[in-house]
């Protein structure tokens, strides 16, 4: 926790007093105060840490009050793109994909190209895919793609690779 307070102190000395009020500075810095706030109240990581939540709230009402991130007391400048509901929130996060290969699958999806698993097939310890009639497999982020019969394994880009098969 002192670490932390010790790295936005030092961070926010380290800046000019002329940037501090622009607002990518300032809205940056508030994220940085409001995360603390958040770690240390309810379950975060330091919640148990005895004083942290005290500490982090006077420093927050205290840089709010002296106009240190450019916010007001109380005002949450951080993600101004928050949803109305909770269920809209919920349901936007469940339409972002979590990993790469859920990444492709979805872009396939949006072209009507199948992308699934080859029951029982791999490639160098890899899950084998179809992705319209090509295979495929993934290996950190990366797509491999069978060119053609000759059994030649080459890198491909996701975009390349949906627009062979559309």
Known sequence: YEEVVGWYSGWKS???ASALPLPGVADQLSQALHMMNRSVSGGG???????????????????????GVGA???????NKNKFATVSEAVKTAAQIPQGFKDLIGRRC??????????PGRWREG????LCGSRQVYLDRNVIFVMEGGSGVWVPT???????RDA
Do not use: C
Not at 126 to 129: A, D, E, H, N, V
């Open 72 to 78: 007001q007391a109380g005002q949450d400048t951080g």
């Open 14 to 16: 380290s800046l000019p």
């Open 45 to 67: 990581p330091l919640a148990g840490q005895p004083g942290a939540l005290e500490n982090v709230r006077y420093m927050t009402s205290r840089e709010f009050q002296a106009g």
């Open 109 to 118: 999806e949006e072209r009507g190209i199948v992308f699934r698993p080859l």
């Open 157 to 163: 880009s996701l975009n390349s690779l949906l627009d």
């Open 126 to 129: 890899k899950q084998l895919y």
